[in-house]
């Protein structure tokens, strides 16, 4: 079973950096597709970045070049660094992952879904 937890949320100062962590509380299964998404006060829900098992790695171009989503597999976490943040990064970020559909990675089609950690970048 697969119960998401997320954790390093928190306040900083714009250009500080944060590493978001992601970790399946119920065992050392994480699905094939993972991925980080935000959603801001008002602010329909974005998706940040995603990796699946063998590593491929997509990002949204808000965050390009200032985050890095990266797994470990041993210890079957995912991280989210953030570097260089943005008054505009301010939201509740979760983690979510699922499987693959039809041979892909298909964010509509996540199943499992973590409680958010707030992350809130102030200016």
């Known amino acids: 079973q697969v119960q998401l937890v997320e954790s390093g949320g928190g306040s900083v100062q714009a250009g500080g950096s944060l590493r978001l962590s992601c970790a399946n509380s119920?065992?050392?299964?994480?699905?094939?597709?993972m991925g980080w998404f935000r959603q801001a006060p008002g602010k329909e829900r974005e998706e940040v970045a995603t990796?699946?098992?063998?590593?491929?790695?997509t990002y949204a171009d808000s965050v390009k070049g200032r985050f890095a989503i990266t797994k470990d597999n041993a210890q079957n976490t995912r991280y989210l660094q953030m570097n260089d943040l943005k008054p505009e990064d301010t939201a509740m970020y979760y983690c979510?992952?699922?499987?693959?559909?039809?041979?892909?990675?298909?964010?509509?089609?996540?199943?499992?879904w973590g409680q958010g950690t707030q992350v809130t970048v102030s200016s």
């Open positions: 979510a992952a699922g499987e693959l559909w039809r041979g892909r990675c298909d964010s509509g089609k996540y199943n499992y």
């Open positions: 119920r065992g050392l299964y994480i699905p094939y597709c």
């Open positions: 990796i699946d098992s063998t590593g491929y790695t």
